[in-house]
């Protein structure tokens, strides 16, 4: 979530709002707020004139209630020219509710333009100095402006968090579909997700692009779904045969996540495919060489290999950190991107804590493809 203090002090500093507007404000308060039940009358008009605006209150009590949390609103924070952390919270909490109940945001604004024409109303009939009714109308104007963008901002927000969140939760739950059968906790692919990030970090990537790999990264196997029963779950080592239909799960989890546009599953995608890619070109499933293979797969090769390598299986017992560390080190410039076991070695303090907190359950049934 972001601080929404910064915002606030975006919206203010591109709307222009300076020290004069909010001493305009609080110069012109004492003759707004004996009168601010007229424009909450003119906005309660408004409210119950409207059957859509009706419907999201229970009953007049809590339509009161609403409008008098309204007024309060106005007079303690938007016309006393008060922006500050008390007004974020009260702005914060505003823009939730208003989002929860489901307020549409056509009622929102047209609730505005009546405050607005009946405050500039107020100004006409009050101030009658033309310069200073002229200042007084545009400190008011672009307080109401501020008020309502910052709110209508907090709404979206809340709105696509929420969203954000479900897809999450989606991508998670099919994450862990892809492990269910062969990994009986979900702790394999939390790590894979938290390494990732923590690698992508040190190789200088930016948040955003860390925030994608971290929520993307977990579907890696999501295609072993589609590997038999007697394949996947085989105690002993697999034949040949077996291991070219255990391959296959890299272009399996590239069908079965979708083809969408958003960049995560984007890039989930190409994780999925090319995460099996060797640096020197011996990989699989494409061959792929060096920088041909994306970067997110080659991140995603090495903290697999290492989760891979630490965690038991049937087949072999669990390697300690150094072992697999060592492990990295030798392979780094074949199997792996020398930059990509780098990053992970200078990100060891990291991965240590991330083993700390996330670290495996043994699992006797497990055999993971890695
Ligand atoms: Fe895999
Ligand atoms: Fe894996």
Not at 23 to 46: E, G, K, M, Q, W
Not at 149 to 165: P, R
Request: aromatic share 8%.
């Amino acid at each position: 979530m972001k601080d929404m203090g910064v915002t606030l002090q975006q919206w203010i500093d591109f709307l222009d709002i300076d020290q004069e507007i909010i001493d305009t404000l609080r110069d012109f308060f004492p003759i707004l707020a004996p009168r601010i039940d007229r424009v909450s009358h003119a906005f309660y008009r408004r409210v119950l004139n409207s059957p859509e605006a009706i419907k999201l209150f229970a009953d007049e009590d809590s339509a009161n209630r609403a409008l008098a949390h309204q007024k309060r609103h106005w007079l303690e924070y938007v016309f006393a020219g008060r922006f500050d952390r008390d007004y974020v919270e009260a702005a914060l909490r505003m823009g939730k509710t208003h989002q929860q109940r489901g307020v549409d945001l056509r009622l929102f604004s047209g609730a505005y333009a009546v405050v607005l024409s009946e405050v500039n109303a107020i100004v006409m009939e009050n101030v009658p100095d033309p310069q200073r009714q002229k200042r007084v109308l545009r400190a008011v104007n672009f307080a109401v402006f501020l008020d309502l963008g910052f709110v209508a901002s907090v709404y979206y927000d809340a709105y696509t968090d929420d969203l954000a969140s479900m897809a999450k939760d989606l991508t998670v739950s099919l994450a862990r579909a892809g492990e269910y059968r062969d990994a009986d906790t979900g702790e394999h692919i939390h790590r894979m997700a938290k390494m990732c990030a923590a690698v992508a970090r040190r190789l200088g990537k930016d948040l955003r692009w860390v925030e994608q790999l971290e929520a993307a990264s977990p579907l890696h196997d999501v295609g072993k779904i589609g590997i038999p029963d007697a394949i996947l779950l085989k105690p002993g080592k697999l034949t040949e045969e077996e291991m070219s239909v255990m391959r296959r799960h890299s272009e399996i989890g590239t069908d079965i996540i979708p083809d969408n546009d958003h960049e995560i599953l984007q890039m989930a995608r190409r994780i999925a495919l090319t995460h099996h890619e060797r640096w020197d070109g011996t990989g699989y499933p494409a061959g792929l060489r060096g920088e041909e293979i994306p970067l997110e797969g080659r991140i995603a090769a090495v903290c697999d290999v290492y989760d891979a390598l630490r965690s038991q299986r049937p087949y072999k017992r669990p390697w300690s950190h150094e072992e697999a560390v060592e492990y990295l080190k030798q392979s780094r410039g074949t199997q792996f991107d020398p930059a990509v076991v780098d990053a992970f070695l200078a990100a060891l303090p990291e991965i240590e804590d991330i083993w700390r907190r996330y670290g495996e359950m043994p699992s006797p049934s497990s055999r993971g493809a890695s």
